[in-house]
DNA sequence: GGAACTAATAGACCAGTCGTCTAGTATTGA
DNA sequence: TCAATACTAGACGACTGGTCTATTAGTTCC
């Protein structure tokens, strides 16, 4: 009762450990021994917690959108005008960028391509976070516009999904080139064209 | 001598069915059977033509980095203002969308985050090719500003870089939701900032 | 014709894949 | 206490992966 179930934490544990392998090598090249190793569970208890590999990865993505969703909420809640929340957004892709592999966290960089003509189900899950997260930069854009801190735009919803493939787009060419630049100069130029002042 | 060596023509049978099936599964997802099966050419033969999977990956990847190229530099030769023919290379990109898979002949799209992180020497010609083509956009940018018919731009080779990322974000968008309208909308918003009248 | 050489192929090989199955241990509730 | 459930354990099967060796088919030259 005061703590997870053990069945919870086991679960947890083979997520946890295919993020990190999956984030970095793919879906589809990283093996369930792979995985299973990695986070100590044996084979046989796999299949206990997930009917397939692919439910396996349709967990793990939905877990992943809900972390990520959560974490955007806690932005957006926080203190600071929305150009703040906004910038302090973006600026967390190049942090991650400079400490292990560049853009190496995002699911949606890593997996986007590969998991579209793979799985309808895990496209869906995908797609379906990346919609939401959309939504939650087009509202920061409304916000922003009220509060002055952010130059008005026509559509939102537009502008936000154009502003987020910029920065996917920018992510996977730094990945390619194993350079800094592209979302440097995504962050210098999403700076220059929403920012007032 | 009149034509090809018949090896070359093996050689090249495997790459042609190998850049279909790879475009469409990526290049881990697709086993040498299934490549060898579709070109009818036997197992067997394989390491005769190339020394490896990578090294077919490695092949494969040169072989369509110089076709785009040489597509670009047709149309680029051709007639028409600069914004003429930027306007037809973006367009072509909705083009392949509506026939088959969206954004489906792009291998940058599909494979670059998968190859970023899979060989380096794939990584590598996948990165000069994109390196070559964004020269190839920032040359047009300024083509553009001296015959009037696009804005100037401060540093064309960043305005360049900015105008892929965001066209490869947005076909991975259109990948995922299966739905052209980030492909139309970066159309537009790429026609509405570069456009003079 | 027959030797010598290259071009091309067949099929074996083993590591690795996902998924199943049977057996076993802990934990729970009555 | 005892039985039922929750979970662990890993061997096993059927198959696919890329790779390599041994062999055949084809050409060239004397």
Redesign the pocket.
């Known amino acids: 009762m005061t703590e997870q179930?053990?069945?919870?934490?086991?679960r947890q544990k083979i997520l946890t450990a295919g993020r990190a392998l999956i984030s970095k090598h793919g879906f589809?090249a990283?093996?369930?021994?792979?995985i299973l190793k990695e986070s100590?569970?044996?084979?046989?208890?796999?299949?206990?917690?997930f009917?397939?590999?692919?439910a396996?990865g349709h967990a793990l993505l939905t877990d992943y959108v809900s972390d990520y969703l959560a974490r955007i909420d806690a932005l957006c809640a926080g203190p600071g005008s929305a150009r703040d929340k906004l910038t302090a957004f973006w600026t967390a892709w190049l942090a991650q960028a400079g400490s292990e592999g560049i853009a190496s966290q995002c699911l949606v960089v890593k997996l986007g391509a590969e998991v579209a003509d793979l799985s309808e189900d895990m496209r869906c899950v995908l797609d379906d976070g990346v919609a939401k997260l959309v939504d939650k930069i087009a509202a920061l854009l409304v916000q922003g516009a009220k509060d002055g801190s952010l130059i008005p735009v026509d559509d939102p919803q537009a502008t936000a999904q154009m502003l987020y493939a910029k920065w996917l787009g920018a992510a996977i060419l730094s990945k390619l080139s194993r350079d800094e630049t592209p979302l440097r100069r995504a962050l210098s130029e999403t700076n220059s064209t929403l920012s007032t002042s």
Chains 1, 2 share one sequence.
């Open positions: 179930k053990k069945s919870d934490q086991t589809g990283v093996g369930l021994a792979r100590g569970v044996p084979k046989g208890s796999f299949y206990y917690y009917p397939s590999k692919e396996f």
